[in-house]
T-cell receptor, first 109, second 119 residues
């Protein structure tokens, strides 16, 4: 069983839809990261969370430490949001990141 | 400001060869981490270096090695390449390797990666 599990693996949406990607983890963490990876591989850090909720533009990330669960929401989705979204946790024992398998999001016009 | 830079961007090697990948961290960052991402999977941790010393190592064979230079740039070396080493190799830098409680300076910034194909 992976320490970090994401769902769904693949997600197709129509432009304008509200999107939710979920992440569950089984280890103690000091922080959780949401990352975006575009074709070609470059990774962009979207959020780092240790509690509560963060918002940046149309992106919202929440984390529930007790339930070991985080969600990434995209409001008013757009085709340029199409990418792989990766959840990664930073364990309390150090700064190494453990990654989920990623969610492939495709937003159609 | 330049972000994390990796070179080369693409590389093709044959089985048995060795390869050296390079990473320059963001100016002022002293910690560099290396990750391997096989197609269709999430990245896997290989190494972390801080102040030229190895701070962490993932579950990779001894064919994989790395080092960090006085200017905090880093090299990842892979010997006796196998077909299964074909992957995207990502480098990430941070101000320091991370302490608890987590501070903003522990955020890792990623390079665009080096895509290695082993034929």
């Amino acid at each position: 069983k992976n320490e970090v599990e994401q769902s769904p693996q693949n997600l197709t949406a129509q432009e304008g839809e509200f999107i939710t990607i979920n992440c569950s983890y089984s280890v103690g963490i000091s922080a959780l990261h949401w990352l975006q990876q575009h074709p070609g591989g470059g990774i962009v850090s979207l959020f780092m969370l240790s509690s509560g909720k963060k918002k940046h533009g149309r992106l919202i990330a929440t984390i529930n430490i007790q339930e070991k669960h985080s969600s990434l929401h995209i409001t008013a989705s757009h085709p340029r949001d199409s990418a792989v979204y990766i959840c990664a946790v930073q364990e309390t024992s150090g700064s190494r990141l453990t990654f989920g398998e990623g969610t492939q999001l495709t937003v159609n016009p | 400001d330049a972000g994390v830079t990796q070179s080369p961007t693409h590389l093709i090697k044959t089985r048995g060869q060795h390869v050296t990948l390079r990473c320059s961290p963001i100016s002022g960052h002293k910690s560099v981490s290396w990750y391997q991402q096989v197609l269709g999977q999430g990245p896997q941790f290989i190494f972390q270096y801080y102040e030229k010393e190895e701070r962490g190592r993932g579950n990779f064979p001894d064919r994989f090695s790395a080092r960090q230079f006085p200017n905090y740039s880093s090299e990842l070396n892979v010997n006796a390449l196998l077909l299964g080493d074909s992957a995207l190799y990502l480098c990430a830098s941070s101000l320091d390797p991370g302490t608890f409680p987590l501070l903003a300076k522990n955020i890792q910034y990623f390079g665009a990666g080096t895509r290695l194909s082993v034929l």
